[in-house]
């Protein structure tokens, strides 16, 4: 490899370093430095497709984006197949549209089975999970999230392991929780608290905790972890979902003036309904609600 190449795709590894740890600006830079060295129509198409993800990561769009099922229909090579419609499947997703996520998703995973890149399918996997995930259909996720987890044993990059075991155990834990496999779940869950870094996964984790406990009946425990999900939170989904089930909690202690202020604060977020507070006293709403949405 000469010494540009070797460059180029040292800044090409480093932006996704970045993207891994939501540092979507530097990510983009740093895209955008390769891009300028790059030369070669298929390196340039590889990090147009990667600088693509780090936008619909970071909820933006640009040229990147929308260059996106135009290299999917090129199929240049099976590589770039998976990455772009990953990266389609990513961005449906995050657009609530999970019947084209799904689509996008079964390309991709089709052509994964097609290389031997365990970490490809493993992607697919846990990123088609979390489409089913939201859309409810939990059996589905689990059965994504498993075929992941057991495809981490073949992999050798003990760093790039790691990463992939803390994003499948925290999905599949809360998706065991959300089915009545609670002690599993929560098990999953809080043998990789330590290793989250990203700040909303561990918010997540906690609401997801919080959960699990007030399933198990343990809900000075479900407080606990509630109360951490809640300082953690980044994000008004997390916020709603941690005063709900930190409300539930109180409510079952017998604790009706820490149930009422949750309940209250919840209940600001849905201002067109006046009486949601009695509801929420009077109905536990936890089989009805999905903590993704």
């Not at 180029?8 to 891009?35: H, N, P, W």
């Not at 699990?212 to 425990?221: F, N, R, S, T, V």
């Not at 479900?222 to 999900?229: L, S």
Request: charged share 25%; aromatic share 8%.
């Amino acid at each position: 490899m000469s010494e540009l190449n070797s460059r180029i795709e040292e800044l090409r590894q480093d932006a996704m370093a970045k993207v891994r740890s939501e540092e979507y600006d530097e990510a983009l830079a740093l895209y955008d430095e390769a891009l300028t060295l790059a030369t070669d129509e298929e390196v340039r198409e590889l990090i147009t497709i990667n600088k693509a993800h780090a936008l619909i990561a970071a909820e933006r769009t640009g040229p990147e984006v929308k260059a996106l099922p135009m290299i999917l229909m090129r199929r240049r090579n099976v590589h770039h197949t998976v990455l772009s419609s990953y990266a389609l499947l990513y961005t449906h997703r995050l657009a609530n549209e999970t019947k084209r996520a799904i689509f996008y998703g079964q390309i991709a995973l089709e052509a994964a089975n097609h290389v031997d890149q365990p970490f490809w399918k493993l992607a697919v996997l846990n990123e088609l999970g979390i489409v089913y995930e939201v859309d409810s259909q939990f059996l589905k996720a689990i059965e994504c999230f498993d075929q992941a987890l057991a495809l981490l044993a073949t992999m050798d990059d003990t760093s790039q392991k790691q990463f992939s075991q803390v994003a499948i155990y925290q999905n599949l834990g809360y998706n065991r929780v959300l089915v009545g496999d609670t002690v599993e779940g929560i098990r999953m869950i809080e043998s990789i608290l330590d290793k989250v870094q990203v700040p909303s996964t561990l918010s997540d984790s906690y609401i997801d905790l919080c959960y699990g406990y007030i399933d198990l009946e343990q809900y000075a425990k479900a407080r606990k972890y509630g109360e951490t999900g809640l300082d953690l939170a980044v994000e008004p989904r997390q916020v709603r979902n941690a005063h709900y089930l930190l409300g539930e909690a109180a409510y079952k202690m017998g604790d009706v003036d820490a149930a009422e202020h949750h309940f209250e604060q919840l209940a600001r977020f849905y201002p067109q309904f006046r009486h949601l507070k009695s509801l929420l006293f009077g109905i536990d709403l936890r089989s009805m609600i999905n903590l993704k949405l």
